[in-house]
């Protein structure tokens, strides 16, 4: 394929709204998550420990563990935005 044919279908891709493969455009960026207070975060991380031991019944387990498990969770689920 010569390089004049890639060239018009890149620009006919971009301009359908689609970027093509292996191309440096970037797509547009929604706007970042609101932070969160570390009221919220906390709360956020308490709630799903609870559910996480309600989920088990409240039977057996680890309290301490649940919140770490939930902690880390909350942090990625945050960190991603």
Known sequence: MSEATVSARSKKA??????PKGSRARAKRTAPATP???EERRALIEQRAYFRAEARGFQGGDPIEDWLISEKEVDELLARG
Do not use: D, E, L, R
């Open 14 to 19: 971009t301009k359908n709204g689609v970027t």
């Open 36 to 38: 969160v207070s570390a």
